[in-house]
Each structure stands twice: as C-alpha cells, then as structure tokens.
C-alpha cells in the first residue's frame, strides 16, 4: 500500500540508504522535531560486528597500596593456616589457626589491633561470641590493617 504522507525533500547531495524488506520505521508525532548536527560535523560510529570491551577491576593490584597501607596477605599472611575472608581499606578478616590463642594476641603479634575474633565455620564462616580475647584452637579474626 502507498505511504500517503509527506516527503520532505532531500539536499541534492543526500543518499537514501534501502531498508530491508522486512524493516520497520518509526514515525515521528506531528509537532516532534529532529536535531541537526552543524554542516561540519562528524559522528563515529561502530562497525556492524564491533564490541566493546569492559576492563574488570584490577583485583590484582592492592587498592590503598598508594596510600602506603600494606595488604592483609602480607601483614598476616604467615599466620599459621592464614586464609583471607575479607579486606577493606581499614581492617583485614582472615581464618587463622591460633592454637589457644587469641586474636588479640594474633593481631598483637603482627603489628595489629584486634577489631573482633569469631569461632569458624568451616574457613571464613562465624558464629559465637565476638571477642578479641577468646582462646580457640582456630578462629576468623578481624585485625587491623
């Protein structure tokens, strides 16, 4: 069937490019109107198959290591069965076999402040009493960094 509306008329150096023929053109409303870039103008556009690559965090690189503050690993790391659980710019959370000793103790012995110490639950699983001066054989400690 024929389009009974209007065509405005094109430059006389302007090019049409051919729709598909199954393709679907959306129709502005009446009183809607279209920008125009300004006669020099250029816009980039993307091959037909381009992506776009996204860079994942740097996971690798410690985040406050500008700021002079050393990484869990290697403040606590040589703790006796040291596996890290969690590390924000202030404190460090790690499982740790402590042998009857505290995590105050722990904390203490590395440089460290004691923030908290939880009996574990498998590696980095907690349940009990928070405390900083609990004897366990193996603990999630929560020190500072």
Known sequence: TPDTG???????????????????VDTLAPDATVDTLAPDSTVDTLAPDS?????????????????GIVSCKAKYGAANGFSLCAETGTTCKFYVRTNGATCGTLCAAFGGSCFGGRDNAGTCGEFGTDSCNIGRQSQVCRCSR
Do not use: E, F, N, R
């Open 6 to 24: 209007t065509l405005d008329t094109l430059a006389p150096d302007a090019t049409v490019d051919t729709l598909a023929p199954d393709a679907t």
């Open 51 to 67: 992506t776009v690559d996204t860079l994942a965090p740097d996971t690798s690189v410690d985040a406050s290591a500008d700021q």
